[in-house]
């Protein structure tokens, strides 16, 4: 198993530019989710999917969108970034209530 | 809501000694999970260890062990024989087991592991 990857590992993008963070897991896991980590603080729960097909917002949505049309991809859409969007991102995937497993992040940079 | 506190923004400790990182949580709910998640200067963020909130016994992963007191809502973790590449962030988390919650983790702000050699 790959476990969980992320693509790019880091981006630079100019305001007002949009990009998507790929996810991939290849372990079936039902869940999958992205979060952001920002120096100081914990990390914090930007969108997440139960399932294929279904997603919903976590503590921090505006200025993302997510889409699960497979059990393996979860990608997160940056629709017009922002300087207050620099952050790193991670992408975290479990079955039901198991543990998470994180992706290795992507650092994004947003001038 | 769910809040998990992490009081000791930064931790030091000499090579081969024990340390232990402090972590409280504030929870109505009876039935959850308690981790600790190290992130070396990597970024990776690595499970440490792993709690169940109705099993008493406390959980042990080799060197790391932690000290779950449901009632004082604490769950500290310690490191014996520390080592180098312990140096890390480390960060408590809670999960309800309810799928209602959709699982999501909340997070203390971290600690700061310092080794000193």
Not at chain 1, 3 to 11: D, E, L, S
Request: net charge neutral; glycine share 6%.
């Amino acid at each position: 198993n790959a476990g969980v990857t992320q693509t790019p590992k880091f981006q630079v993008l100019k305001t007002g530019q949009s990009m998507t963070l790929q996810c991939a897991q290849d372990m079936n896991h039902e869940y999958m989710s992205w979060y952001r980590q920002d120096p100081g603080m914990g990390l914090r729960l930007i969108h997440y999917s139960v399932g294929a097909g279904i997603t919903d917002q976590g503590e921090v949505p505006n200025g993302y969108n997510v889409s699960r049309s497979t059990t393996e991809d979860f990608p997160l859409r940056l629709l017009s970034a922002a300087p207050s969007q620099t952050s790193v991102y991670f992408c975290a995937s479990s079955l039901g209530a198991g543990d998470l497993l994180f992706g290795p992040g992507t650092r994004l940079t947003v001038l | 809501a769910q809040t998990v506190t992490q009081s000791q923004p930064e931790m030091s400790v000499q090579e081969a000694e024990t340390v232990t990182l402090s972590c409280t949580y504030d929870t109505s709910e009876s039935d959850y999970y308690l981790f600790w998640y190290k992130q070396p200067p990597s970024r990776q963020m690595i499970l440490v260890i792993r709690q169940e909130a109705y099993k008493q016994q406390n959980a042990t992963e080799n060197r790391f062990s932690v000290n779950f007191q449901k009632a004082a809502k604490s769950f500290s973790l310690k490191i014996s024989d520390s080592q180098l590449g312990d140096a890390a962030m480390y960060f408590c988390a809670y999960r309800s087991a309810f799928r209602i919650s959709n699982y999501q983790l909340i997070w203390g702000a971290g600690t700061k592991l310092i080794i000193k050699p």
